[in-house]
């Protein structure tokens, strides 16, 4: 069964572009997270879809968003980027069979913003 | 706002010795889960313990979870150079639906041959 995959692996912006992410889960899976990975802050929750809604919401500014289509997979949107959005996003699926489900990763997308 | 914290933040053992690897956390959990990162790649789940658990192994891993203290320990037994990586303890967000995972900063494990 294949993985997570997310496309592109590498991209670099510079500051004021926006940038969009994908994520294709494990087929089978209805829900995709995603996280933001920085040396600073570490691992950081952003947002969950599930059913092409959005569940959860983390702590972070409106210029990230995303969605979900019919088919499970998901976008991420950040807009008018700045420096301090450079790090490792990583998308997760799972089941959705509840609290104790396992996410599985995908290999994230590494975004430089300069 | 990070849950867990793991301790230590690094860890260097020789192959072959054991890994203890601790986690807290904060508040109530429904779960607690490991996972594993090689150089900046995406994360591998090695395990979960739910909440009413106390111990649980999978293969050379060993994790405990005392709900009382609100921690978790991950032993990781007979090293190998290929266990290098960070490890981090994850919780589920609490009074949340859905998977939300809340994760500590990690613990970064070198093991020497």
């Known amino acids: 069964k294949a993985g997570v995959t997310q496309t592109p692996r590498y991209l670099i912006k510079t500051r004021g572009q926006q940038v969009t992410l994908s994520c294709s889960p494990i087929?089978?899976?209805?829900?995709v997270s995603w996280y933001q990975q920085t040396p600073g802050q570490g691992l950081q929750f952003l947002f969950e879809?599930?059913?092409?809604?959005?569940?959860n919401k983390g702590n972070f500014p409106g210029r990230f968003s995303g969605r979900q289509f019919s088919n499970s997979r998901s976008e991420m949107n950040v807009s008018t980027l700045e420096l301090g959005d450079s790090a490792l996003y990583l998308c997760?699926?799972?089941?959705?069979?509840?609290?104790?489900?396992?996410?599985?990763f995908g290999p994230g997308t590494r975004l430089t913003v300069l | 706002s990070q849950q867990g914290e793991e301790d230590p933040q690094a860890l260097s053992i020789q192959e072959g010795e054991n890994a203890t690897m601790n986690c807290s956390y904060k508040?109530?959990?429904?779960?607690l889960q490991w996972y594993r990162q090689n150089s900046g790649r995406g994360l591998v789940h090695l395990i979960l313990?739910?909440?009413?658990?106390r111990e649980k192994h999978s293969g050379r891993l060993r994790v405990t979870l005392d709900t009382s203290k609100k921690s978790s320990s991950l032993l990781i037994t007979a090293s190998r150079a290929a266990d290098t990586a960070s490890y981090f303890c994850?919780?589920?967000?609490?009074?949340?639906?859905?998977?939300?995972?809340?994760f500590g900063k990690g613990t970064t494990l070198s093991v020497s041959s």
């Open positions: 879809y599930f059913s092409e809604t959005q569940r």
């Open positions: 508040t109530s959990i429904n779960n």
């Open positions: 313990i739910r909440s009413n658990e």
């Open positions: 994850a919780t589920d967000a609490p009074n949340q639906a859905g998977t939300a995972l809340i």
């Open positions: 997760a699926s799972s089941r959705d069979r509840g609290p104790a489900d396992t996410q599985y």
């Open positions: 087929s089978g899976h209805r829900s």
